[in-house]
């Protein structure tokens, strides 16, 4: 439905044929404009949230009624010691029907409007997954990094994390299910904003995947050109999702090809030239 602050059966007559999606002052003015004085708006946004849509949102995540384990919110974050001095806080940009977040809060977003708020709860099928017993497995304790291995304590084996559920012995119960499986979650959210800019669209999923925001982003024609930050150069997390962005960008923003640009100022090397330097010099010393 479109919204007017006058006039809505003329207004409603004159866009009958518009698409859903949203129509540009410049068009709105040229059908509506001796109507513009009584207006107060000077762009009509279809509201809908659709699949494929990029859309800022913010939220918190609950489990047992109070617990909180995810928000937005960097203060609330901080009450609740879920703090990550790392994080990105003011709220996520994500593709609806991407799998960017649970696929129950995923499916809640479409046919909602801008400006929505509101609450859903998520059963584990549509959350983190039901709990699967056969993921709770028996560790020999010399297979822990600490050998102190006490109920409650996080692990990681052969790049599998788990909690620590019991120990007998010298071998350790080991859940590696999420932490949050077989849960019901409650998300409180609220869709900010829907993003028609591509290259906000752009920095917006380089946010969420790399937890930097602002990354210089440009577009030229139809090719996405992304300077990549120093510190992203040799990051592992980078190197293996660097393809899957490039394709979300192609895919959801209608580029034809994504550029990655590595820029090495002078300085960044130099000291390691140097470091060279010195060493081959005390290797022909001695």
Known sequence: ??????????????????????????????????????????????????????????????????????????????????????????????IVGAGHTIQGLDEDFIGKKVGYSGTVEIPPEKGFGAHNPKLVESIPVNRFEKKDVSPGMNVEVNGRRGVVVKVIGRRARVDFNHPLAGK??????????????????????????????????SIEGKTAVIEVPLGLTFNQRWLMAKGQIATQIIDNVGMEKVQYVETYPAEAVTPAAEETESEDTETSEE
């Not at 849509?53 to 995810?70: A, H, L, Q, R, W």
């Not at 010691?81 to 994500?94: F, K, L, S, W």
């Not at 869709?191 to 990354?215: F, N, Q, S, W």
Request: proline content about 4%.
């Open 1 to 94: 439905m479109w919204y007017f602050h006058a006039y809505p059966l003329i207004a409603k007559s004159c866009f009958a044929f518009v698409p859903k999606s949203y129509i540009k002052a410049e068009f709105y003015s040229q059908k509506t404009s001796k109507h513009l004085p009584y207006l107060k708006y000077t762009e009509l946004i279809m509201l809908t949230i659709e699949k494929g849509d990029f859309i800022k949102v913010s939220y918190t995540g609950k489990f047992d009624e109070d617990n909180i384990f995810d928000t937005t919110d960097e203060e609330l974050a901080k009450e609740n010691d879920i703090y990550n001095p790392r994080g990105v806080y003011g709220g996520d940009v994500i």
């Open 184 to 217: 019901t979650v409650t998300y409180n959210y609220t869709i900010d904003a829907k993003l028609e800019d591509d290259v906000a669209k752009i920095k917006g999923l380089l946010t969420l995947y790399t937890g930097i925001p602002e990354i210089e982003v």
